[in-house]
């Protein structure tokens, strides 16, 4: 066989045996996941961002699935958290309105976030109604400022976007503990 022709040969075979690896490399969709998100309203944003997390993939019950949910909707939280103290911090000159809405929403998120950190821990001790407690805390925390950037001058969209993708996630984990714990 000529060098070119090896080189061909090889080149090809090369390519078909990468054609192959997606294949063999592709996750496995945890059927808990799908059983799990079709329970709840907001199916396709739960399939979503459980599915992004490698430790879906491990979830042998749904208060795994529950406690990955609440790390998902708290990891959103303080990116929003961040963008808020930015905002504030940054030096631009707010308008009073702009600057009075973020601080209400700073103050929204940082109870938030300590309803999430207090839901992670009741999540451990298996107390689900205790979790459905600070969940639903943490959702009014969000409409509340999302509230308050619909009523006032000064709404900022991209706050706004991610209050409101913030508070799906936490509806989300509240629908997966409500499995746990109805009623």
Not at 45 to 59: I, N, R, V, Y
Not at 126 to 145: G, H, M, P, Y
């Amino acid at each position: 066989m000529k060098p070119i022709a090896k080189n061909v040969a090889l080149a090809l075979s090369f390519f078909i045996s990468l054609s192959f690896f997606p294949i063999i490399n592709t996750a496995v969709t945890n059927p808990l996941l799908t059983e799990t998100c079709q329970k709840v309203k907001n199916k396709d944003l739960c399939t979503s961002s459980l599915g992004a997390e490698h430790a879906t993939q491990d979830a042998k019950d749904v208060a795994a699935l529950a406690l990955i949910a609440i790390n998902v909707a708290s990891n959103h939280g303080v990116n929003a958290s961040v963008y808020i103290k930015k905002q504030l911090l940054d030096g631009k000159i707010l308008e009073p309105t702009t600057e009075q809405n973020f601080e209400d929403c700073s103050e929204n998120f940082d109870d938030a976030m300590q309803e999430l950190d207090d839901a992670l821990a009741v999540t451990l001790s298996r107390d689900f109604k205790q979790v459905k407690i600070e969940l639903e805390s943490a959702i009014d925390d969000a409409d509340t400022c999302i509230s308050v950037l619909n009523q006032k001058a000064g709404k900022d969209k991209e706050l706004y976007e991610k209050t409101n993708h913030f508070r799906q996630l936490v509806s989300n984990a509240y629908d997966i503990a409500n499995i746990l714990a109805p009623k």
